[in-house]
Structures are given as structure tokens and as C-alpha cells.
């Protein structure tokens, strides 16, 4: 569980990704708005969105691979908190008694 400073902190951290994100947008739209002037400029812009495309897909997979490992993790935390909370029940219970 996250205390009450690693929130703030997470979510600035978000935002600043958010931002770093919407600048590389910005940048990419600027980049590929200008037109090639020569036949290799173009020959190399269209290798470099091949690489990029590449590259960003590989990010992608490699998101949903963590995202799929984080998602096992927390199932098992899930259950561990489960298990151990219905066991301390009962020594709650026996410690009420006495």
C-alpha cells in the first residue's frame, strides 16, 4: 500500500512522464510534417520510421510482459494478505476472551 507521500510523489512522476510523453508527440508531429527534399532524406526518413516503429512496438510488448508479471504478483500479495488476515482472526478472538 503506498503511504500518503509516495501518492504526491507518484503522481508527480506521472504528470512529468505525461509531459515528457506529449513532448516527444510534438516533436515526432513537427519532424514528420516537414517534407523530405531529396530521395535519400526520404529513403533514410522512411528507414528511421521503420526503426522507430520497431522500437515502439518492442516497448509495447515489453509493457504488457511487466504489466502481466505485476498482475501475477499482486494476485499472490492478494492472497498472502488474505490468508494471513484469516489467520489473525482467530488470535484476535482468543486474546478478546482472556
Known sequence: MLTSTETPL?????QLWKA????????????LIEPATTPQQAARRTAWI???????????????????????????LNA??????SAAEPADKRHAKS
Open 10 to 14: 507518484l503522481e508527480m512522476q506521472a
Open 20 to 31: 515528457r510523453a506529449q513532448a516527444k508527440q510534438k516533436w515526432l508531429e513537427r519532424m
Open 50 to 76: 521503420k526503426r522507430a516503429l520497431t522500437l515502439v512496438k518492442r516497448g509495447q510488448a515489453e509493457i504488457r510482459y511487466r504489466s502481466a508479471l505485476m498482475d501475477a504478483y499482486t494476485d499472490h
Open 80 to 85: 498472502l494478505e488474505m490468508t494471513l488476515m
